[in-house]
């Protein structure tokens, strides 16, 4: 993932944003617990909104008796580890390796080697994220293998290359044995991707072109100006993941998502479009302005 799927701070409640930092908290915990060290490096936000769909509809407990990685001398409040919390570290450990390597097959020798570095000390992390998940990290190759056909065709269908991501991401729904809960949680991670997807391709489009790298908006479109049939498709995704959020029981959590859904990503999808996200995401939601 890449950091895009974020609240607004402004619009969120006090206890919404305690929730939200507490899973953040709890989630970096809960990594560092189960797949070692170095696996909160790779901890963003787009990890901690799928920790928040993955949470217990009544919230996660909250507690001020752990200490915090850094700075270890502060106390912060962090939900209790539980199925979710360690789902989405597996996933998001797993996930966070391939986009890695990926990066590795895509860069040249030179400028490749930092990425290549980390993704050797991360390898134990991901192993053992793996034994635990082998579906989700089978999906994860499968679908990636996909993407990299496609790239090498020079495809120009942005559907087929989003859908690839979208499915990627679409099997980290947990199954639960309610039909109903499974299949809206999919749609939503499914759209979710693709947005993802298409937001990055967008964001990378002026860089992808200097370079000559794949770029499926570059192909499709050229020179022309493509972000009002761009921002169609993806506020249609960004539609349906509404549709199926409100399928969903979210409890605690629902006004959160709400403010990521409806808030969140449109006000990334603009500054992308503007040229001032590079900017935006660098600063940090704990601040008073995202």
Not at 201 to 229: F, H, T, V, W
Not at 264 to 269: D, N
């Amino acid at each position: 993932m890449f950091g895009y799927v974020r609240p607004v701070r402004e619009e969120l409640k006090c206890k919404d944003f305690d929730l939200y930092r507490a899973t953040y908290c709890g989630l970096c915990r809960t990594m560092r617990k189960r797949c070692g060290w170095l696996a909160p490096m790779v901890l963003n936000f787009d990890f901690t909104f799928l920790a928040v769909l993955l949470a217990p509809a009544q919230g996660e407990k909250m507690t001020t008796c752990h200490r915090c990685q850094v700075p270890p001398f502060l106390r912060r409040c962090m939900c209790e580890t539980s199925a979710g919390l360690e789902l989405a570290a597996d996933e998001s450990v797993i996930l966070a390796y391939w986009q890695i390597r990926d990066r590795v097959r895509d860069d040249t020798f030179l400028r490749g080697l930092p990425a290549r570095g980390f993704s050797v000390l991360l390898r134990p992390c991901y192993k053992r994220c793996a034994r635990r998940q082998p579906e989700f990290d089978r999906k994860v190759k499968e679908q990636l293998g996909i993407l990299h056909r496609l790239e090498a065709e020079n495809c120009t269908s942005i559907d087929r290359a989003a859908d690839a991501f979208a499915v990627l991401l679409q099997a980290a729904a947990p199954e639960t044995g309610e039909q109903n809960r499974d299949r809206a949680m999919e749609q939503l991670l499914y759209h979710l991707g693709r947005w993802i997807y298409l937001a990055d391709a967008r964001d990378d489009l002026e860089d992808d072109r200097a370079k000559g790298c794949y770029n499926p908006i570059s192909l499709r479109y050229g020179q022309q100006a493509c972000d009002e049939p761009l921002a169609l498709t993806m506020e249609h995704s960004l539609s349906l993941m509404r549709g199926a959020c409100a399928l969903l029981e979210l409890g605690r959590q629902e006004e959160l998502v709400n403010n990521v859904l409806c808030l969140g990503l449109p006000l990334v999808q603009r500054s992308i479009f503007n040229g001032s996200w590079r900017q935006m995401k660098k600063q940090k939601i704990w601040r008073n302005k995202l």
